[in-house]
C-alpha cells in the first residue's frame, strides 16, 4: 500500500508553531521509526537554524543539526504516513525540494499533505479559518480573480514539485491572530489536525490536544481583558467574522475593522 506525505517547515511559514505541531503530535500518538533526512549542510544558515548540543541518555554530550527528518508513522489502520519535519531552508529551494521529493518516492508516496500557518486578523474566540486546496500539475491551467499573489515559501515550492511529479497534493492552511503569533497556539494545531483527519483514514487522538486549546483560548480573553484596545480590537474582529459568514456580507470586512482599529489607536495616542 502506498504512504502519504504530511509535510512541514517551521519558520516563516508556521506561525503559531501550527503546522510543526501537527506533526509533532502525530509522532506523539503513534509509533514511528526513522525513514531518511535531507543533510541541513547545503541548505541551512546556521547563524539562523543553530545546531544544539546536549547530553543524552548515556550521559554523552552530542550535536544536533537542523536537517530535515523523514518518519514513517504507523497508524492503527490505513497507510503508513510519512512525515516531513525540518526548518525552511535559506538556501537552494530548488534542489532541497528535489531532494525530498526523491526520497519520498523511494518511500513509495502517491500523496502529499502540505501544511502551513500563516498570521491573519482572526479572532482567537472563534474557529479558527482553515483552507484546503489540491495543488494543480504543472499543465494544468488555474481560473480564480481571487488567487494569491506575492512571496511564497518552501511549502508553496515542494508543493508545487510534488504535484508536477504526480503526486496528489493537498495543501492546508490555518490563520494565526497575529496579536497572539509569539506562542505556540494549539487551537492552530487542533484545526489543522482536523483538516488531516478527513484526508487519512485512522482517527487521530486529540483529547489532549482539545484541553491545551481551550486553556490557551481562555489565556488568551485574560490577556484581552488586561488591555481595552486589545479587547475592543478582538470585538471587532468578531463582529467582522459573524458578519463574513452571512450571505450578504464583503470580502472587506474584517479589512475594514482592522483599519478602524489603527485609526482609533492613532488618535488616542
Not at 83 to 95: A, C, F, I, M, Q
Not at 256 to 269: G, N, P
Request: hydrophobic letters at 40%.
Amino acid at each position: 500500500m502506498s504512504r502519504i506525505a504530511i509535510t512541514a517547515f517551521s519558520g516563516w511559514n508556521d506561525a503559531g508553531e501550527a503546522a510543526s505541531g501537527v506533526i509533532e503530535h502525530l509522532l506523539e500518538v503513534w509509533p514511528s521509526r526513522p525513514a531518511g533526512a535531507v543533510d541541513a549542510e547545503e541548505y541551512i544558515d546556521f547563524q539562523v537554524n543553530r545546531p544544539e548540543v546536549r547530553t543524552d541518555e548515556d550521559g554523552l554530550r552530542v550535536l544536533d543539526w537542523p536537517d530535515t527528518e523523514l518518519r514513517i508513522v504507523q497508524p492503527p489502520r490505513g497507510p503508513e504516513i510519512v512525515t516531513v519535519l525540518g526548518p525552511e531552508p535559506s538556501l537552494h529551494w530548488k534542489r532541497f525540494c528535489d531532494e525530498v521529493l526523491e526520497q519520498m518516492q523511494a518511500l513509495d508516496v502517491s500523496s502529499v499533505i502540505s501544511l502551513g500557518a500563516l498570521l491573519a486578523d482572526s479572532p482567537h474566540s472563534r474557529p479558527l479559518p482553515v483552507s484546503s486546496s489540491i495543488e494543480p500539475g504543472s499543465a494544468q491551467p488555474v481560473e480564480g480573480s481571487e488567487l494569491y499573489s506575492g512571496p511564497v515559501g518552501v511549502p508553496t515550492i515542494l508543493a508545487r514539485r510534488t504535484a508536477s511529479a504526480g503526486l496528489r497534493t493537498s495543501n492546508v492552511w490555518v490563520q494565526v491572530p497575529h496579536y497572539v503569533s509569539q506562542n505556540p497556539s494549539p487551537k492552530a494545531v487542533l484545526g489543522l489536525l482536523r483538516e488531516v483527519q478527513s484526508l487519512v483514514s485512522a482517527p487521530i487522538p486529540i483529547d489532549e490536544l482539545l484541553e491545551e486549546s481551550e486553556a490557551w483560548e481562555r489565556g488568551v480573553d485574560e490577556l484581552a481583558r488586561t488591555d481595552e484596545d486589545v479587547a475592543d480590537y478582538v470585538r471587532r474582529l468578531e463582529r467582522a467574522q459573524d458578519a463574513a459568514d452571512l450571505p450578504e456580507a464583503s470580502g472587506d470586512a474584517i479589512a475594514k475593522e482592522f483599519e478602524q482599529f489603527l485609526r482609533r489607536r492613532r488618535e488616542t495616542d
